[in-house]
């Protein structure tokens, strides 16, 4: 069935969007198209990471209600299931983006250059493999997910970046209570040496990070990172309260909590700031800790984890998602 959705969001980011998603184009229901058209502003950008925090032009240096970045992309999709549990996805976007002076002046590699504003093309294709038995919190199976994308085609400026991604996840089922979770994610760019701020990865922007490094950023053109942890389920169970609960969708409420063990290590490579993030810049970061997980309706999981990381540094976060 054909989507159209209109999304209006403010605050921090102001954004508008429009989605339009149609699934199947051909008989098999086999193909799928679907675009996308995002216009977004911010008062306050981050221009650097210093120490591993983003750091931002905000209202104390260019005053308040004054916009300081604005970004407007259009994209369209292509999306082919050969078999059930695979899937290719391709897209060509358009991508035009501006910052205020501020930015350039304290960072003129923002978008390289001491430019102020840039437009490129941007291409990108991924492969998912996908047999795990639950998509939002799984005890066995695995899954293989792999992509490279492309920014700028030389066709309206310098842009000239390739980036490239990899995960792998695999879970084991030992018994009715006991399960293991295993991760590994890498992440690349070329050229590595020369790549503006903007478009520079690391671990803290994607989904990849370790654990108890929820509010560091580690900036890199590459890095590998592997999550490993031990569960043992408490209880699971789901409860109807259709008599005292009107809405349709909220009457059935399943819940599972896991008491869990984890190990978490990584490397990057970070050749443009690491004299700005020397602590955990082009070292071995390792994380270890306990947690609690509950899994409840709509992909929801509680994550409450305590962690000690690499510099010996003690963490307790609380996330709404699922470590991988």
């Given at each position: 069935m054909e989507k159209l959705t209109l999304r209006a969001q403010f605050g921090f980011t102001r954004k508008f969007e429009v989605f339009y998603d149609l699934p199947y184009i051909d008989k098999n229901r086999k193909t799928g198209i679907g675009f996308k058209v995002s216009y977004s502003e911010n008062d306050q950008v981050a221009y650097e990471t210093r120490d591993h925090w983003l750091q931002f032009v905000g209202i104390n240096e260019v005053g308040i209600g004054t916009v300081q970045r604005k970004r407007f992309y259009s994209?369209?999709?292509f999306e082919r299931r050969n078999r059930f549990y695979s899937r290719h996805n391709m897209t060509i976007g358009y991508h035009d983006q501006w910052v205020g002076d501020t930015v350039?002046?304290?960072n003129p590699n923002y978008?390289?250059?001491a430019l102020s504003s840039i437009q490129f093309f941007k291409l990108g294709y991924s492969y998912t493999y996908d047999v795990r038995n639950i998509a939002f919190y799984p005890t066995k199976g695995h899954m293989l997910q792999a992509g490279v994308e492309k920014e700028g085609l030389g066709l309206l400026g310098p842009l000239d970046v390739w980036k490239l991604y990899g995960n792998a996840s695999k879970y084991f089922s030992l018994s009715k209570r006991w399960s293991t979770g295993h991760y590994l994610s890498g992440f690349g760019t070329l050229p590595r040496d020369t790549v503006p701020y903007f478009t520079y990865g690391g671990l803290g922007y994607r989904n990849d990070l370790l654990r108890g490094f929820d509010l560091k950023v580690i900036n890199s053109t590459s890095y590998l990172i592997m999550k490993n942890e031990l569960r043992f389920m408490v209880f699971s169970f789901t409860r109807k309260y259709d008599k005292i609960v009107p809405i349709k969708q909220f009457q059935t409420i399943p819940a599972s909590l896991f008491v869990k063990a984890f190990i978490d290590v990584g490397t990057s490579h970070d050749p443009y700031t690491a004299a700005l993030n020397p602590e955990f810049a082009n070292n071995g970061i390792?994380?270890?800790?306990?947690?609690?997980?509950l899994a409840t309706f709509y992909d929801l999981v509680f994550r409450l984890e305590y962690s000690r990381i690499s510099n010996?540094?003690?963490?307790?976060f609380l996330n709404l998602h699922a470590a991988f």
């Open positions: 994209q369209f999709g350039v002046s304290l978008f390289g250059g390792w994380a270890w800790g306990l947690g609690l997980d010996n540094e003690n963490n307790l």
